[in-house]
Structures are given as structure tokens and as C-alpha cells.
T-cell receptor, first 111, second 112 residues
Framework: QKEVEQNSGPLSVPEGAIASLNCTYS??????FFWYRQYSGKSPELIMS????GDKEDGRFTAQLNKASQYVSLLIRDSQPSDSATYLCAAVTGGGNKLTFGTGTQLKVEL | EAGVAQSPRYKIIEKRQSVAFWCNPISGHATLYWYQQILGQGPKLLIQFQNNGVVDDSQLPKDRFSAERLKGVDSTLKIQPAKLEDSAVYLCASSSLRDEQFFGPGTRLTVL
């Protein structure tokens, strides 16, 4: 099993809907998780970090961590066309803050 | 607060040539990372520095890649000689005490 896994998509949602992006992880990762947004041709941009079980909300974004089931998700409410991007899930692995990334999920928000 | 700076933004070289990339982290960030991102994949860590010491270089192809961070601030990553499969975006990131890493704009390398 890969340390961090994501469905590559694309995930298509209509404008205004809730987009749900999921990520599963193995026992080899720590309990620090991050979501990055990456527009085509650009570098990853940190949008959420989550360290404890439960939900964390920031504006239209909610990160959810479920340690028992080993998954972390990102919800985007009121999706906008500008949210169309690849979303990368990352987890700290090893002892030195090393990040291991998933392959990313491409999100398309359609008008 | 200024972000992570990288140069050049684009580089095209022929195989077997050498190339170097430069990175200046966010001011005060002790930890600096170099990642390689191949199209369609997530970034892969090549090397991690804490101040000017190497923390992790387990995935750095040491026969052709080298990196240094001499004064604990900026860093260079070198490839010599380059291979076709080195075509990728090379990303530099930095972090402070927390785990949150912030990326620079990256250098897109094309090896012909």
C-alpha cells in the first residue's frame, strides 16, 4: 500500500455544489496532514493543515481527519470555477517533517 | 512577507549537460526542501536541509544530483550529467518550526 493515496479523477461538480476530495493513508505516516491546491503550470499552494481527529473549517474549505479509518478529506462548499485545479494530499512521514504526497485529484467545477 | 524565491524559472538543456538551480527560502525558515515533480505525479522529496545540515537525502540520485546549503540560507541543486528522465519541475520549499511547507514557483527543466 502506498503511504498516501488519492483518486486521480477528474472529479466534476457543478458550480455552487460541494466538492468532496478524499485521501487514504497507511500506518507509516504520522498524524500531520495537509491539502495543497495546484493550478496547471503553477506550484502547490497550502490551503489547509489538520493535525487532530475531527473537522477543521476555513472559509469555504473543511478538512476532515478520521484516524480510525485512516482517511482525510477536503470539502469545498459553494464550488466556483476558480476552484478548478489539482488538489494534493500530503502527510508527514519519517522523523524529519518529510512530506509524502499523493498523486493529486483533478477537480473541475463546471458552469 | 516575501515567499520562496527560485531561479531560473525555465531551463532547456541537452542530455549529458549540467544544470544548477537556486533557491532562497522564506526569511527565518530553518528547513529547506528540494522536490522533483514529474507531470501527473505529486512532488517527491529529493533532499531536506535543517539549517546547513542534511536531514534526509534518501531519494536523491547521488551519482548525478548534488545539493548544498552552505550558510544555512539559500541553496543550490545541481544535476550533472542530466538524463532525459530528469525532465520535471524542481520545487523548493521551506518551513519554520511547524510542519507547514511553502513552495516557491519552481524551475521547469526540459532535457532534450
Amino acid at each position: 500500500q502506498k503511504e498516501v493515496e488519492q483518486n486521480s479523477g477528474p472529479l466534476s461538480v457543478p458550480e455552487g455544489a460541494i466538492a468532496s476530495l478524499n485521501c487514504t493513508y497507511s500506518d507509516r505516516v504520522s498524524q500531520s496532514f495537509f491539502w495543497y491546491r495546484q493550478y496547471s503550470g503553477k506550484s502547490p499552494e497550502l490551503i489547509m493543515s489538520i493535525y487532530s481527529n475531527g473537522d477543521k473549517e476555513d472559509g469555504r474549505f473543511t478538512a476532515q481527519l478520521n484516524k480510525a479509518s485512516q482517511y482525510v478529506s477536503l470539502l469545498i462548499r459553494d464550488s466556483q470555477p476558480s476552484d478548478s485545479a489539482t488538489y494534493l494530499c500530503a502527510a508527514v512521514t519519517g522523523g524529519g517533517n518529510k512530506l509524502t504526497f499523493g498523486t493529486g485529484t483533478q477537480l473541475k467545477v463546471e458552469l | 512577507e516575501a515567499g520562496v524565491a527560485q531561479s531560473p524559472r525555465y531551463k532547456i538543456i541537452e542530455k549529458r549537460q549540467s544544470v544548477a538551480f537556486w533557491c532562497n527560502p522564506i526569511s527565518g525558515h530553518a528547513t529547506l526542501y528540494w522536490y522533483q515533480q514529474i507531470l501527473g505525479q505529486g512532488p517527491k522529496l529529493l533532499i531536506q536541509f535543517q539549517n546547513n545540515g542534511v536531514v534526509d537525502d534518501s531519494q536523491l540520485p547521488k551519482d548525478r544530483f548534488s545539493a548544498e546549503r552552505l550558510k544555512g540560507v539559500d541553496s543550490t541543486l545541481k544535476i550533472q550529467p542530466a538524463k532525459l528522465e530528469d525532465s520535471a519541475v524542481y520545487l523548493c520549499a521551506s518551513s519554520s518550526l511547524r510542519d507547514e511547507q511553502f513552495f516557491g514557483p519552481g524551475t521547469r527543466l526540459t532535457v532534450l
